[in-house]
C-alpha cells in the first residue's frame, strides 16, 4: 500500500515539474549601454542613448511572442534614451504608438530590472533563445570595448543562437577581439592598416551585415549631432571583414547571415523583431 502510495507521489511530482517546465518562457538577453554622452572629433559632446523605436518595437515584438526579456548594463544601471529618439517620426507619425511605446520602456526598464552584464556573462548563458542589442550612438562608446559584450556574443555565435542588433547595435560585435579597445583607437587616428591587422580573428569575419550607413552618419553629423564621429561603423565594421550590404538612407534593410540578424537603421525595426522571432522559433 505505501508503495503505491509512493509510487503515485512521484507520478504526480513529476507531472508538475513537466508542467512548470512547459509554461516556462524562453528567455531573451537584451544588452544595453549605460553612456549617455557620444564624444565628437571636434571636442565636442552629443547627448545619446538608446533609441525609442530600436528598443520597444523588437521587445514589444518579442514579449507579444511569449518570451521573457532580460535587460543587461556594463554597470547594471538604466540606460539613457536619446531624447531625440522620441519623435513621431519614428512611429509612423502616431503620437500615440510613440506614447505606448515610451509607457512599455518605462516598465521594461524600471531599475530592480536591470542585470549587470558580468554577472549575465560568467552565469548560464544557455538559458536564453537569443541576444538582441538595439542602437542609437551609444554602443560606439562602451559596448564594442566591452570583455562581457565579447563573451556573450562569442557564446552565441559558438551556439549558433540567434543574435540580432540595428543601427549603431551592430558595431557591438567588435567586442568579441582580443584587444577591442585597440582596435577602436586606431580607427579614431584613421590607422586602417593597424586597425585590420587587430580584427585579423574576428569571428565575423566574411559574414553579411548591416548597419548605420556613413551616408545616414553624415546627415545626422549636419542635423542633430552638430559635429562630426570619431569613426563610420560602417567603415569600422568592413575593415573588421564584414561583407556590408547596406540600402540608401531610411530604407528599411534587414541582413540575415547564419546566426547574425542585422537591421540597418530606425525603420528596420519591425522587420529585424520578425526576422529575430523567425530565428528563435526555428531554433527551439
Not at 83 to 106: I, R
Request: include cysteine; hydrophobic fraction near 40%; charged fraction near 30%.
Amino acid at each position: 500500500m505505501m508503495r503505491k502510495l509512493l509510487l503515485a507521489f512521484m507520478t504526480v511530482l513529476l507531472c508538475l515539474s513537466f508542467n512548470i517546465q512547459a509554461t516556462q518562457k524562453r528567455k531573451v538577453l537584451v544588452i544595453m549601454s549605460n553612456v549617455d554622452k557620444l564624444q565628437l572629433k571636434d571636442g565636442k559632446t552629443y547627448e545619446t542613448g538608446f533609441f525609442l523605436n530600436e528598443f520597444a518595437v523588437p521587445v514589444k515584438a518579442i514579449l507579444d511572442a511569449g518570451f521573457d526579456v532580460v535587460v543587461a548594463t556594463p554597470q547594471g544601471k538604466k540606460p539613457a534614451m536619446d531624447k531625440h529618439s522620441k519623435d513621431p517620426l519614428f512611429f509612423q507619425n502616431d503620437k500615440k504608438e510613440m506614447n505606448d511605446a515610451f509607457e512599455l520602456t518605462e516598465k521594461v526598464l524600471a531599475k530592480r530590472n536591470i542585470k549587470k552584464l558580468s554577472h549575465i556573462s560568467d552565469g548560464n548563458l544557455d538559458e536564453f533563445a537569443g541576444v538582441f542589442i538595439p542602437g542609437g550612438h551609444a554602443p560606439m562608446t562602451d559596448l564594442m570595448v566591452d570583455p562581457s559584450v565579447g563573451k556573450i556574443l562569442t557564446y552565441f555565435h559558438k551556439n549558433a543562437k540567434p543574435t540580432a542588433m540595428i543601427c549603431h547595435g551592430p558595431i557591438a560585435s567588435i567586442a568579441v577581439l582580443e584587444n577591442p579597445a585597440a582596435f577602436r583607437k586606431k580607427l579614431t587616428i584613421d590607422d586602417k592598416d593597424a586597425a585590420e591587422k587587430l580584427a585579423e580573428d574576428w569571428i565575423y569575419k566574411g559574414y553579411e551585415m548591416t548597419v548605420f550607413s556613413t551616408d545616414e552618419e553624415k546627415a545626422a553629423e549636419k542635423g542633430q549631432l552638430k559635429g562630426k564621429v570619431e569613426f563610420y561603423p560602417e567603415e569600422a565594421l568592413e575593415i573588421a571583414g564584414a561583407k556590408i550590404k547596406n540600402k540608401d538612407a531610411m530604407q528599411d534593410n534587414v541582413i540575415q547571415d547564419r546566426e547574425l540578424i542585422t537591421g540597418q537603421n530606425p525603420v528596420s525595426d519591425n522587420d529585424l523583431a520578425k526576422t529575430f522571432i523567425e530565428a528563435m522559433n526555428k531554433a527551439k
